[in-house]
């Protein structure tokens, strides 16, 4: 047998059950991926449909926050994992459902909502408590499965290009010195952000905000990504924004891999 290229998805849909109404499924059909990861979920276990639940062909894990309408990750696959996890075992951070780490034959993924920095100090030290122990438990787990991929909305933009306005920003959260050395610190790790390796064009964004109608003047930040253990760079084959996309204040980003 050849090698099958696996398309994967990462989108924050901003409410799973709202996205539904909005094409959701007609989009499945039509990209027809894989593996989706979706973050911002807002979805308790017991609001969890049967349609939602039980996607035709796709094997589903859901990790919800115990705060109603907040937070929230699902992952949803063709490929049945070998194993599936939710959280880190730690109810500080298990508490707000925001990890779900799928084993697979050839790599392992994780599907991940990083916290925003908004309200605060405190929050902001919240997220980068949280960056720490999600790679200090993904560098553990990369001894054993070096192929290693880390996506979701990290709620932080990286570099300049990766925000339409870095200047009036350098003081707000999602774009702060702390906040972006922990993205330098994933590359140090030894990841890629992959979509980087394949379009270097400024205005390439993820998000927008809803209040000032910044879509219509793609007044965006570039805050989704797939991050890829340097081990496993040679098994991809394309990286993708969708930012057409509707449905979200976030599009769809999009790893192409052969295994």
Known sequence: MGAKILKIFSWNVNGLRAIWKKDFPKWIKTQNPDIICLQETKVQPEQIEHEIKNVKGYWSEFNSAERKGYSGVATYSK??????????????????GRVIQTDFKDFTLYNVYFPNGGRGAER????????????????????????????????????????????????????????????????????????????????????????????????????????????????????????????????????????
């Open 79 to 96: 490929i049945t994992p070998i194993e599936a996890k939710k959280g880190f075992g730690n109810p500080y951070f298990d508490n707000e």
């Open 124 to 259: 902001v030290k919240y997220k980068l408590d949280f960056y720490d122990e999600l790679f200090y438990r993904i560098e553990k787990k990369r001894k054993k499965q070096t192929n290693i991929i880390v996506c979701g909305d990290y709620n932080t933009a990286h570099k300049e290009i990766d925000l339409a306005r870095p200047k009036e920003n350098e003081g707000s959260t999602g774009f702060l010195p702390e906040e972006r050395a922990w993205l330098d610190t994933i590359v140090n790790l030894g990841y890629t952000d992959i979509f980087r390796e394949y379009n270097s064009k400024t205005g390439q964004y993820t998000y927008w905000d809803f209040f000032t109608r910044a879509r219509e003047r793609n007044v965006g930040w570039r805050i989704d990504y797939f991050f890829v253990s340097k081990e496993m760079r040679g098994m991809v084959t394309d990286a993708k924004i969708h930012m057409n996309v509707m449905g979200s204040d976030h599009c769809p980003i999009e790893l192409d891999i052969k295994v």
